[in-house]
């Protein structure tokens, strides 16, 4: 394949053996990588390629490089307006496919070229993964569950297919399969901050039912994701099989050293609760949101400090106002080193959704990368406010064309 561009002089962060690459060449053959070549060690073919074709080539000291960051929990069709989750899935399922829309755009803006939708209303998320991948805009790399998975009058209830008993279970993992899922998406306890009367102790699906999930779901070839606060939901997932908890507000030290053994991932998706709580009068949520959120962060942060000790696999996600950054940071808070935090959104996110040429930079992987103006690894917010390319696909795009495109609304 032709070289298409080069990125000269940047401090890549590639995320494998590599380690850092102080002015690095970065270069791009289509939509995958040609490698990343250290100063004084560009091959002579491709240096004559640059000197004869220096507007493909983009020079950029100083700035840092890193590998297209992935959000492993979001939620497209919720972001971006204001109200209780209630409040923002509330009319017509028509009206959300275009908030989802101006959603990816953004999220691409924020430098996330891949990322896993656990739930929305109708499965929009399906339809947003489809439109996106036949081009008729750009976007993330979708990895969408369809419908999240509940008991009926369960958390999470006006996004959900609900039902009750293992058989019913079944035929929900099966229907969001004939939808056509990527992953599968339960919700086995309550929650914090979803609706103002509900118990985030309470496990809501039982033993059977979770097994019935995973049985279904694995047997299609598709993970599975289960929201999961207390340690009762949590152990009950592991050992139905999931894949990963997310959440795990509660986690005790059983349940972390379960997740550790068995390999379980963990998204904590801790800024979500931080962003509520301390701006949730911004993202215009209501008061007893807010309450909850501060009332669950303490604990929050102590279930991470857990998994962290007990050296549970962690990926990054954002839920629905975090940042991708600041969860970092907050790993890093917990115990992480930067660089473990940074693969958490990168390297291993990718394996935790089993997308293995994604999450690196490196000889033939896709062409995903984030130019940053600021060195990640000494401050992990620099992922959050530095952003100034992005490059999914070997399309480069700058952010602030994005932003502008989604003029008319506020971004809270």
Same mark, same amino acid.
């Given at each position: ?27 791009? $053959? ?51 307006? $204001? ?9 017509? /399922? ?18 996330? /070229? ?170 215009? $949520? ?109 399309? /480069? ?16």
């Amino acid at each position: 394949m032709e070289v298409t561009k080069v990125i000269r002089g940047v401090t890549a962060i590639t995320m494998t053996d590599q380690g850092v690459v102080d002015r690095a060449t970065v270069v791009l $053959r289509g939509n995958r990588l040609g490698g990343v070549h250290p100063d004084g060690q560009l091959p002579a073919e491709l240096t004559s390629w640059a000197d004869a074709h220096p507007e493909q080539v983009l020079d950029l000291p100083g700035r840092y490089v890193i590998p297209g960051l992935i959000n492993l929990h979001e939620h497209l069709d919720m972001h971006n307006v $204001r109200g209780s989750m209630h409040d923002r899935v509330s009319g017509p /399922t028509v009206t959300l496919v275009p908030r989802a829309i101006r959603n990816a755009l953004l999220a691409l803006a924020s430098g996330v /070229t891949t990322l896993r939708d656990l739930g929305s209303k109708d499965a929009t998320n399906i339809v947003i993964r489809d439109i996106i991948d036949m081009g008729q805009f750009i976007g993330p790399r979708v990895v969408a569950c369809g419908q999240m998975i509940s008991a009926t009058g369960g958390h999470g209830q006006p996004l959900c297919a609900e039902g009750d008993g293992a058989d019913a279970m079944r035929h929900l993992a099966r229907l969001q399969h004939k939808r056509g899922a990527d992953v599968i998406k339960v919700c086995a306890s309550g929650g914090v901050v979803a609706m103002r009367r509900e118990n985030p102790w309470a496990q809501q699906l039982s033993d059977e039912e979770l097994r019935a999930v995973v049985e279904e779901a694995h047997r299609f070839g598709l993970r599975v994701a289960s929201h999961a606060q207390p340690p009762a939901a949590i152990k009950a997932s592991v050992l139905a099989g999931v894949d990963t908890i997310e959440h795990a507000a509660f986690l005790d030290d059983e349940c972390a050293d379960l997740l550790a053994e068995r390999d379980v991932a963990l998204v904590p998706t801790i800024d979500d609760s931080y962003s509520v709580a301390y701006e949730g009068e911004r993202h215009g $949520r209501p008061q007893w949101m807010q309450d909850n959120a501060k009332k669950s962060i303490e604990l929050r942060m102590a279930s991470l400090v857990r998994a962290v000790k007990a050296g549970v696999r962690l990926g990054v996600g954002t839920d629905v106002v975090g940042k991708m950054g600041r969860e970092m940071v907050h790993m890093v808070e917990a115990g992480r080193t930067p660089e473990q935090a940074l693969a958490a959104a990168t390297r291993d996110a990718a394996q935790i959704i089993d997308v293995p040429d994604i999450g690196i930079l490196a000889d033939g992987m896709l062409a995903d990368l984030v130019v940053l103006g600021r060195d990640p690894l000494a401050d992990l917010s620099a992922c959050d406010d530095s952003i100034e390319l992005v490059v999914r696909d070997g399309v /480069t795009i700058r952010p602030s064309a994005l932003i502008a495109t989604c003029a008319g609304g506020d971004i809270v």
